[in-house]
C-alpha cells in the first residue's frame, strides 16, 4: 500500500481541493488514515487497513468484484451455447475434435 501526500490524494482523487479539505480532516481524526512518514514539511498518509470501516468497505469491494466477474461468466457461457447452437445450424451436425478424437476417429492434419 502506497502512502501519499495530501496533494497526490487530491489529484488521485480527482477531487477539488475544497471538498477535500472539508472532510480529511474527519478521517485523520477517527484514524480512518494516518500518518505513515514526513518527508520535510510534507506528511504522507496511508489508509488505516486495521480500521473496521476499511475492513468493511475492502469486504464489500470483494463481494461486488465478485458477483460482477460471475455476472460476465454467465454471460460468456450463455454466448458460448448460442454461438455453439448458431455453428449447429449453419454447419449441420459436424462433432467437435474433441469429440472425434474421443471417438478414435481423429485424423491429425497431414495424415499423420
Not at 473496521?52 to 458460448?80: D, F, G, W
Not at 451436425?93 to 476417429?105: C, E, M, T
Amino acid at each position: 500500500m502506497f502512502d501519499l501526500t495530501k496533494k497526490e490524494i487530491i489529484e488521485a482523487l480527482g477531487m477539488s481541493k475544497q471538498t477535500f479539505y472539508k472532510y480529511f480532516p474527519e478521517l485523520e481524526e477517527y484514524e480512518v488514515v494516518k500518518v505513515s512518514r514526513r518527508i520535510g514539511k510534507a506528511k504522507l498518509y496511508k489508509i488505516n487497513l486495521e480500521h473496521p470501516l476499511v475492513k468493511m468497505l475492502r469486504e464489500y469491494e470483494k463481494k461486488a468484484s465478485m458477483q460482477i466477474a460471475q455476472k460476465e461468466a454467465n454471460r460468456a457461457r450463455k454466448l458460448i451455447i448460442f454461438l455453439q447452437g448458431l455453428l449447429f445450424v449453419v454447419c449441420g451436425n459436424i462433432p467437435s475434435p474433441f469429440q472425434r478424437f474421443r471417438n478414435n476417429s481423429y485424423k491429425a492434419p497431414g495424415g499423420i
